[in-house]
C-alpha cells in the first residue's frame, strides 16, 4: 500500500471513529499513532517522536495567545459588557423594523471584538437578547437563527483563537490576519442586519417593534460602552501600530477587561475563579486538540501525503479557482459533522500545500491570508448549519420551549448570507486583502 493509499484509509478510519462519538482529539491522535507505527514499522521510534512532539508543540510562545485572549473573553463575560453593548445598540435601532435582532448582531460584533470566541459570543449575547426579543414578540425561528449567526461573529473580528492557530500551522504574520478579517467581519454583520431586514419585511407577524427612545438616552447609552471601544481599540490598535507583539495585546487586554470588571463589581472573587478555571478548561480541550492534529500530521508528512496531492493537483491542470472551490465545499461538509477548530488542525496541514503550489494571481504571502479567511469564513458557516452546529444547540439550550427545526429554518437565511459573502470575497480578493496593503 503506497503513503496516499494508507494517507486516505487513516482519514477514512478517523472518520468513523468520530461518527462513533470518540472525541475527535483521541480519534486524531489514535489514527496518527497507529498510522506513523506502520509507515515507521518501528513502535520506539513512534514513542520517542511523541515525547519530542508533545514539549515541541506545548513550548511554543505563540500557543501563550490562545489562554490569554481566552481570559480576556472570561473577564468581558462576567463584566456586564455584553448587556451594555445591546442596550445600546437596541435604544439606536430597536424602534426600527427588526430592531432587536440588528441590535443582537451589533451587539455579537461588539462583544466578538474583545471575546475571540464564538460559543462565548452566542452564549453570552444569548442571555441578554434572547428575552428582549421574547418580550417585543419575536417568533421562536427568528430569535434562535439571528442569535445563533451572530455568535459566529465572534470567531471573525478579531481577536480569533482560530485565525491565531491558522496564523501559527501556516507560519502567517498574526497582526496581518487580524487586519485582513476586520472587513469580512463587518460586512458579515451587515449581511446578517440586512438578513434580518429582509426576513420581518417576508413574514410581517414576525416581531413587533420596540418603542422609540429619546436621543438623550440613546447618547447616555452609547456613553457607557466607552470601556469596550476603548479595550478593543489599545489591544487591536497597540498591536497594529507595533506597541507591542500579539501576545503581550493579548495580556494587556486580559489585565484591563479584568480591572473593569473589577471596577464594575461584575468580577468578584468567585468569579475570578471561575473565569480562570473555565479557561484552564477550554485550553486543555484546545491543546488536546492540537496534540491530537499534530500526531495526525506527522503521520501525514511521513507518507508524503501533502507534498504528492499538491504535485498531483498541479500536474492535472485543474483551475485555481476550481480546487479552492472544492475545498471550501469539504468545510462546508465538515462542518456538519466536526467542530471549526478540529477542521482547521485537520485539513490546513493537506489543503495548504495545494494552496501554495496554485496560481491566483497575487504573491505567497497575501494568498494564504486570503484563504485562511475564506476557510475562517467557511468554517464559521459549519457552526450554524444541522445537524451538529455548536451554536444551535448553545441557543437550543436557553430556548427549549422553540422546536429544533424552527431553529433551523430561522438560520437558513444567515447561512444564505454568509455563502453570498464567500462568493463576493472569493470573486474580489482585494476587499480582504486591501488592509494589509493599506497598512503594511
Known amino acids: ?78 463584566s456586564g459588557m455584553s448587556e451594555k453593548l445591546f442596550r445600546a445598540a437596541a435604544d439606536w435601532l430597536g424602534h426600527r423594523q427588526g430592531g432587536v435582532a440588528m441590535a443582537a448582531v451589533g451587539a455579537c460584533a461588539g462583544f466578538g471584538a474583545i471575546c475571540g470566541s464564538s460559543l462565548a459570543t452566542a452564549a453570552t449575547m444569548g442571555q441578554v437578547a434572547l428575552p428582549e426579543m421574547r418580550r417585543y414578540g419575536y417568533s421562536g425561528s427568528l430569535a434562535t437563527g439571528v442569535l445563533a449567526a451572530g ?29 485582513a478579517a476586520m472587513v469580512p467581519g463587518i460586512l458579515a454583520a451587515l449581511g446578517y442586519m440586512a438578513t434580518v431586514a429582509i426576513y420581518v419585511r417576508v413574514r410581517p407577524g414576525s416581531a413587533e417593534l420596540a418603542p422609540r427612545k429619546p436621543y438623550r438616552e440613546r447618547f447616555w447609552t452609547l456613553l457607557q460602552i466607552w470601556p469596550v471601544v476603548g479595550i478593543f481599540l489599545l489591544v487591536i490598535g497597540g498591536i497594529y501600530v507595533g506597541v507591542f507583539t500579539p501576545t503581550e495585546g493579548a495580556a494587556v487586554g486580559a489585565v484591563t477587561t479584568g480591572l473593569y470588571g473589577v471596577a464594575t463589581g461584575g468580577l468578584n472573587r468567585a468569579a475570578f475563579i471561575e473565569c480562570v478555571l473555565a479557561t484552564a478548561s477550554a485550553t486543555a480541550m484546545i491543546f488536546l486538540i492540537v496534540l491530537g492534529a499534530q500526531l495526525f500530521n506527522t503521520f501525514l508528512a511521513f507518507t508524503q501525503t501533502p507534498q504528492a496531492l499538491a504535485d498531483w493537483v498541479t500536474a492535472s491542470g485543474y483551475s485555481a479557482w476550481m480546487v479552492l472551490a472544492l475545498m471550501l465545499l469539504c468545510y462546508l461538509v465538515f462542518g456538519c459533522v466536526m467542530d471549526s477548530l478540529s477542521m482547521i488542525l485537520l485539513t490546513i496541514p493537506i489543503f495548504f500545500p495545494i494552496i501554495e503550489a496554485l496560481d491566483f494571481g497575487l504573491p505567497a504571502e497575501e494568498a494564504a491570508i486570503w484563504f485562511g479567511i475564506l476557510a475562517l469564513i467557511v468554517v464559521e458557516v459549519g457552526l450554524i448549519t444541522p445537524p451538529v452546529g455548536m451554536n444551535l444547540f448553545i441557543i437550543q439550550s436557553m430556548a427549549r420551549d422553540v422546536p429544533m427545526n424552527h431553529t433551523y429554518r430561522g438560520v437558513a437565511p444567515f447561512v444564505a448570507s454568509d455563502l453570498i459573502r464567500v462568493v463576493i470575497l472569493v470573486a474580489f480578493p482585494i476587499i480582504t486583502l486591501f488592509p494589509i496593503r493599506w497598512f503594511f
Open 151 to 179: 455568535g459566529t461573529l465572534g470567531i471573525l473580528i478579531p481577536p480569533s483563537v482560530i485565525l491565531v492557530i491558522y496564523a501559527i500551522l501556516t507560519e502567517q504574520n498574526i497582526v496581518k490576519m487580524f487586519a
Open 1 to 78: 500500500m503506497s503513503g496516499l493509499e494508507l494517507s486516505i484509509a487513516a482519514f477514512v478510519v478517523m472518520l468513523a471513529l468520530i461518527f462513533l462519538r470518540m472525541p475527535i482529539a483521541a480519534a486524531m491522535a489514535i489514527t496518527g499513532f497507529v498510522g506513523t507505527w506502520i509507515t515507521v514499522g518501528n513502535p520506539n521510534v513512534v514513542l520517542a517522536q511523541l515525547k519530542s512532539l508533545t514539549y515541541d508543540t506545548f513550548s511554543s510562545y505563540s500557543l501563550s495567545i490562545v489562554p490569554l485572549f481566552l481570559l480576556m473573553g472570561q473577564f468581558a463575560s462576567k
